[in-house]
């Protein structure tokens, strides 16, 4: 989460700690309060440009106090996005066989996100992935953020490589490339609305699994046809309803 931008001065070394305490708590609750505003305006308008005076309005606080606590709109946003997802601690929470299901299940576990609440993530997601936004208060793709994607999924893949399962002379980094392009596609028609929710982690995971299989070895083949059925499976099912 987000730091929060103090609201007064420096403290004094005579301020007494339990008055710090209450104050530092106060800031806190107030910090909430204009986050579960902004999640709740998200959800109803669809829309992350924000009205600073609204939001207000909505946690029951000056407008001047939204700008102390978080500087921006878009500082808001990135404190809720951050708030809603505790991803990295259920991620090393993972207990796993090989590489090859810890990319399954750290893409299920991001994407589970999405499919709980639709209503947040959708207007989130679409605009994250309009392309040429240059205004700092809607624009939520930062290099920074990218760049630690990335590095992440490029660990992945040099794991499934290492244990075996992709070949030896597997280009990592054209690889995970070619995955983000699946699921910014992907998710880019579940945003506009062409891709129902019930089939968004299915349609992700059937398109990397057959990605994926272009470089496995055999053994790690095995593992991703077995993906691949499973997600058609679920894609099937989902098309008769």
Do not use: C
């Not at 994926?212 to 993906?227: H, I, V």
């Amino acid at each position: 989460m987000t730091p929060p931008i103090l609201e007064a001065g420096p403290t004094t070394m005579s301020e007494p700690v339990a008055d710090l305490g209450r104050r530092e708590q106060a800031k806190a609750e107030r910090r909430q309060k204009i986050m579960r505003a902004a999640r709740d305006m998200i959800r109803e308008t669809g829309d992350m440009n924000l009205s600073m005076r609204e939001l207000a309005k909505r946690a029951e606080v000056s407008v001047a106090t939204s700008y102390n606590l978080f500087g921006s709109k878009r500082a808001v946003v990135m404190a809720v996005l951050e708030d809603e997802r505790d991803f990295v601690q259920k991620y090393h929470k993972l207990h796993v066989a090989n590489a090859i299901e810890r990319i399954f299940e750290a893409y299920e576990l991001a994407y589970g996100y999405f499919v709980q609440d639709p209503d947040f993530y959708r207007p989130l997601w679409r605009a994250l992935l309009t392309a040429g936004s240059k205004e700092d208060d809607t624009g939520l793709v930062s290099p920074e953020r990218q760049a630690q994607t990335r590095a992440a999924w490029h660990l992945l893949l040099t794991e499934a490589r290492d244990e075996g399962l992709l070949r030896a002379d597997t280009a990592v980094t054209p690889l995970e490339r070619a995955l983000s392009h699946i699921a910014g596609g992907t998710l880019l028609s579940w945003a506009v609305g062409t891709l129902d929710t019930e089939d968004l982690m299915a349609s992700v995971g059937h398109g990397y699994a057959l990605l994926l299989s272009a470089a496995a070895t055999p053994e790690g083949r095995d593992l991703l046809e077995r993906k691949r059925r499973n997600y058609e499976t679920v894609l099937a099912q989902n098309a008769t309803r």
